[in-house]
T-cell receptor
Framework: SQQGEEDPQALSIQEGENATMNCSYK?????LQWYRQNSGRGLVHLILIRSNEREKHSGRLRVTLDTSKKSSSLLITASRAADTASYFCATTTGNTPLVFGKGTRLSVIA | GAVVSQHPSRVICKSGTSVKIECRSL??????MFWYRQFPKKSLMLMATSNEGSKATYEQGVEKDKFLINHASLTLSTLTVTSAHPEDSSFYICSARDQTKGGNTEAFFGQGTRLTVV
């Protein structure tokens, strides 16, 4: 069964607004990673947060991790039309394969 | 950064034929690679773990005789869809991690292969 569950499944915002996506998982993890996928393409790694970390930033991206609630959030600030894509969280317990959530389809309207 | 190359990106084949998809790690060695399948607007489902020099580990419900995996070298894994049927049409993606960097590293993904069986 899938580990992560993203929320919302779809999100539509105006350019310049912030987009927040949430992810919940079920078991203990080593790290949690966020990926982006443009339609019909491969996945691009965005950010990795370890289980002992609570927050991480990368450019316009901010990721939080709450291991007590088994949840993570991805915030994209000042969104752009080019941010339109599907976003997936994925978890691993180390060298195990990544287990993906269902993804959030983000549409940024110019 | 590390790159995983997947080929072909698109393939159309007739029912009953076999299709081979290649996944290469370009600048790192990968003793383990992962094969995923993705249906339209759905998430990635792990199909199998490809192990260099040994048999692949398949997820429950994935037919190993249908989806043949070979990991003959530290930089190449192949997935062969045998006797393809229209229901095998899907997006297949491979992934690998640079395991010399330990478990807390990102996974790199191939560009994916869009398989259409007619």
């Amino acid at each position: 069964s899938q580990q992560g569950e993203e929320d919302p499944q779809a999100l539509s915002i105006q350019e310049g607004e912030n987009a927040t996506m949430n992810c919940s998982y079920k078991t203990s993890i080593n790290n949690l990673q966020w990926y982006r996928q443009n339609s019909g393409r491969g996945l691009v790694h965005l950010i990795l947060i370890r289980s002992n970390e609570r927050e991480k930033h990368s450019g316009r991206l901010r990721v939080t991790l709450d291991t007590s609630k088994k949840s993570s959030s991805l915030l994209i600030t000042a969104s752009r039309a080019a941010d339109t894509a599907s976003y997936f969280c994925a978890t691993t317990t180390g060298n195990t394969p990544l287990v993906f959530g269902k993804g959030t389809r983000l549409s940024v309207i110019a | 950064g590390a790159v995983v190359s997947q080929h072909p990106s698109r393939v159309i084949c007739k029912s009953g034929t076999s299709v081979k998809i290649e996944c290469r790690s370009l600048d790192f060695q990968a003793t383990t690679m992962f094969w995923y399948r993705q249906f339209p607007k759905k998430s990635l489902m792990l199909m199998a773990t490809s192990n260099e020099g040994s048999k692949a580990t398949y997820e429950q419900g994935v037919e190993k005789d249908k989806f043949l995996i070979n990991h003959a070298s530290l930089t190449l894994s192949t997935l062969t869809v045998t006797s393809a049927h229209p229901e095998d049409s899907s997006f297949y993606i491979c992934s690998a991690r640079d395991q010399t960097k330990g478990g807390n590293t990102e996974a790199f993904f191939g560009q994916g292969t869009r398989l259409t069986v007619v």
